[in-house]
């Protein structure tokens, strides 16, 4: 798979073989990792350290979300700290907006943490002798902002996330759900280009949680963010990226939007993982129909300018859903007017099993009975 080269302007993190390795023996084991290219395990039984990140190269784009999906220990939490170097890295580089992080001084890296790359942890970190309002305005009290304008940028962000009746209340008398709303709108409020997000939501009840995964979707597109989002739930990951990448023991197996990774996995570790997703509302037309050329010379009594339209975004949901109230057997594919394939039964069947066409039986075997 080809993928379109990248406007440089357009990348606000650029993460360059990124590594770290925890233990005393760090340094070490790092320049035994270059001159002699030693495993994992071999840096733990050689040195007793631990690799935390391994080699890890990946660009956040202006206005996407990226989430980084991973089991407990595959590194995705180092990886996120290493973004805004909270973390050192033991080896490569990070640029934020093109800025080496390495070569900042302190006060630089404050300057780039505070109006560039803001975080939300897990457990929010709310101040708990402080009100709502204060908590959310805090990214711009340590910026130097004035007490009035601080809390009218506050009091924006807190009605953007539904909780401005809420702004003279401490954090102790909100529930998890609303505390990870504060903590949202203290970083909308620091308004950084790049919201960093690890795991915000992994605590809260399921029904909760979707709301919040959709509520933050909304914002981040609204507001034009970039986000990286950590989690260890492929669910949570498709519903909310816009491209994701697989974690496992420090490395990144894959990177790609949902449709990319469930379509082809990388190898059998994420095969396995996304196994059990539904494909109805990820999979859509232009991954799975079949070329106007093939179709026609297999199929020459099909008059194609009669089939019931659909275009290359739509899911498998909707195209299963045409296909019943279609009179005929296929739908055609249309792209500013020109139709650019033909979706069958037999591509819908792939589509529900995530086939990809490439690897599907050769369109030129598929026949139809002629519907005229």
């Not at 093109?98 to 109006?115: F, I, N, P, T």
């Not at 196994?275 to 859509?284: D, E, F, P």
Request: charged share 25%; proline share 4%; hydrophobic share 45%.
């Amino acid at each position: 798979m080809t993928t379109a080269k990248i406007d440089p302007n357009e990348v606000l993190v650029d993460c360059q073989s990124v590594w770290k390795i925890f233990g005393k023996s760090a340094p070490a084991a790092m320049d035994a990792v270059a001159q002699r290219g030693l495993t994992k395990t071999q840096i733990l039984q050689e040195y007793s350290c631990v690799v935390g990140v391994s080699d890890v190269s990946l660009q956040i784009r202006r206005g996407e979300i990226f989430c980084i999906m991973g089991l407990s220990g595959s590194g995705k939490s180092t990886l996120i700290r290493l973004l805004n170097k909270l973390i050192t890295p033991s080896a490569g580089k990070v640029f934020v907006k093109g800025k080496d992080l390495s070569a900042l001084s302190a006060a630089q890296l404050r300057e780039v943490r505070a109006r560039h790359i803001g975080m939300v942890f897990q457990s929010v970190a709310l101040l708990p002798n402080r009100t709502v309002l204060e908590n959310t305005a805090f990214g711009l009290e340590v910026q130097g902002v004035g007490r009035a304008a601080r809390y009218k940028v506050a009091e924006s962000a807190l009605a953007k996330v539904g909780l401005s009746e809420w702004s003279s209340r401490y954090p102790n008398e909100l529930s998890g759900g609303m505390q990870q709303r504060v903590g949202l709108a203290r970083v909308i409020t620091a308004d950084p280009e790049v919201i960093l997000m690890d795991e915000p939501f992994s605590a809260l009840d399921p029904l909760i949680r979707r709301q919040l995964q959709d509520e933050f979707r909304q914002l981040t597109k609204e507001l034009g963010k970039s986000a990286v989002f950590i989690t260890h739930d492929l669910d949570e990951a498709i519903r909310i990226g816009d491209r994701i990448a697989i974690m496992k023991d420090g490395v990144i197996i894959q990177v790609g939007t949902a449709e990319e990774i469930v379509l082809n996995p990388a190898d059998d570790y994420v095969a396995e993982f996304v196994a059990g997703i539904s494909r109805l509302h990820l999979v859509k037309a232009h991954s799975v129909m079949t070329p106007v050329e093939p179709f026609k010379a297999a199929n020459p009594a099909c008059d194609i300018s009669r089939l019931l339209r659909t275009v290359p975004g739509a899911d498998i949901n909707e195209l299963i859903g045409l296909t019943m109230k279609s009179k005929r057997d296929a739908l055609a594919v249309v792209d500013n007017g020109v139709v650019v394939g033909i979706i069958t039964p037999r591509d819908l069947l792939r589509g529900v099993q995530g086939i990809p066409k490439e690897f599907a039986v050769s369109p030129a075997a598929i026949t139809l009975e002629a519907s005229t």
